[in-house]
């Protein structure tokens, strides 16, 4: 089979998709507002072959943003063992906004992730950058990063693509690469940097690599909140403590709540990720919090996860115990309704939420 997990941003509405079922086709689901799980019956595919999927989404209501953007990734079996993961994730960005437009600009993102589980043995770590246009307006210009690392006594080893990128010495533990002649990016598409950083193996732990979009003395674009990002790697050999699972927990929410006639309804996507150098098996549990007049309204997806209200605002979930490979994530989607009278007394809302998990006994 071939299973796709898209996210359509703030909650857009999936009008329809082709080719449907049974031709034999895809059997799309959704599991919160702008959220869908699509998959495929068993199908071979030949060297060169393609799968397609075609979607038609209703931007949200009262949109008003320069660009919207819809990201799918691959969710086949298996996919965690991909030995080229890197293109198992793909946006698009659609320009909303008129020319002339106040943000209907280019904006350049930069994105920073490790290769990988953990570093290798001799401590070479492997770090993908890429710089991505989600504006409205193709970006052309120079294209060049900043990257360093927070551990001193790193040194870069190779980079690529050569000779697109070229990179050299900026500073303590630092380096600056540049593309050498000015390149176009339309909306959401993108260029990567592949480095290779060697940490000396004394410092076992986590290599901690940042890098940021050099502007080279010009304004940048309107948006500077994505022009940098970091990744991590641990350095450590197997068995170590460091290098055993970790598992890290994010969660958003939508825009806002839709209102009812007696109710707020609202949505949120949690992820788990085991971010560290080994597989993890056993349950996962997460305890969410929200305001204390909160009522769970629906979860999934099932049967995976098993929620209940405790009432409060306090909500249990877990799994039976499962594999989670190095790498992968698990999802759970919650709604809540909030009874309308009386007002909230501001006009935002806080939930939160932790996973507990045990690695060889140590509760985590």
């Known amino acids: 089979p071939v299973a796709l997990h898209d996210v359509a941003q703030g909650g857009g509405k999936l009008v329809e998709y082709s080719p449907p079922p049974p031709a034999p086709g895809w059997q799309c689901d959704e599991l919160m507002s702008g959220v869908f799980d699509?998959?495929?019956?068993d199908v071979t595919l030949m060297p060169g072959d393609k799968l397609t999927l075609d979607m038609v989404v209703q931007l949200p209501r009262g949109w008003t943003a320069p660009t919207y953007e819809n990201c799918v990734s691959l969710r086949t079996p298996n996919y965690e063992n991909d030995s080229n993961d890197v293109n198992n994730e793909s946006c698009d960005y659609v320009p909303t906004?008129?020319?002339g437009d106040q943000y209907c600009q280019p904006d350049l993102r930069l994105r920073k992730w490790g290769r990988g589980t953990r570093c290798d043995n001799f401590g070479n770590c492997d770090y993908t950058v890429r710089i991505t246009n989600v504006g409205a307006q193709d970006y052309t210009g120079p294209l060049a990063v900043h990257d360093y690392t927070l551990q001193p006594g790193a040194t870069l080893v190779s980079w690529s693509p050569q000779p697109a990128w070229q990179c050299a010495p900026g500073g303590p533990d630092s380096w600056n690469c540049a593309h050498p002649a000015p390149v176009t990016l339309s909306p959401g598409e993108f260029r990567d940097l592949r480095m290779r950083i060697n940490q000396p193996v004394a410092g076992w732990g986590r290599l901690q690599n940042c890098a940021r979009i050099d502007w080279q003395g010009s304004w940048g674009d309107f948006n500077?909140?994505?022009?940098?990002?970091?990744?991590?790697?641990?350095?450590c050999q197997p068995g170590d403590p460091a290098c055993g699972p970790?598992?890290?927990?994010?969660?958003k929410g939508l825009p806002r709540c839709d209102r009812g006639?007696?109710?707020?309804?609202?949505?949120?996507?949690?992820?788990?990720?085991n971010v560290g150098a080994e597989d993890y098996f056993g349950p996962l549990n997460v305890n969410d919090t929200f305001i204390p007049n909160a009522t769970l309204a629906s979860h999934?997806?099932?049967?995976?996860?098993n929620c209940?209200?405790?009432?409060?605002?306090?909500?249990?979930?877990?799994?039976?115990?499962?594999?989670?490979p190095a790498g992968a994530a698990e999802n759970l989607y919650l709604a809540f309704t909030l009874p309308v009278?009386?007002?909230?007394?501001q006009p935002w809302q806080q939930n939160c939420a932790r996973v507990q998990w045990t690695d060889n006994g140590v509760p985590h």
């Open 38 to 41: 699509c998959t495929h019956p």
């Open 97 to 99: 906004c008129q020319p």
């Open 224 to 235: 500077p909140s994505n022009d940098q990002d970091c990744g991590n790697l641990p350095i």
């Open 246 to 251: 970790n598992l890290e927990i994010t969660k």
């Open 261 to 273: 006639p007696a109710d707020y309804y609202c949505s949120f996507e949690i992820e788990v990720r």
């Open 300 to 305: 999934g997806p099932m049967p995976q996860w």
């Open 308 to 324: 209940v209200d405790g009432g409060g605002g306090n909500v249990a979930c877990n799994t039976l115990p499962q594999w989670l």
């Open 341 to 345: 009278a009386p007002p909230l007394p």
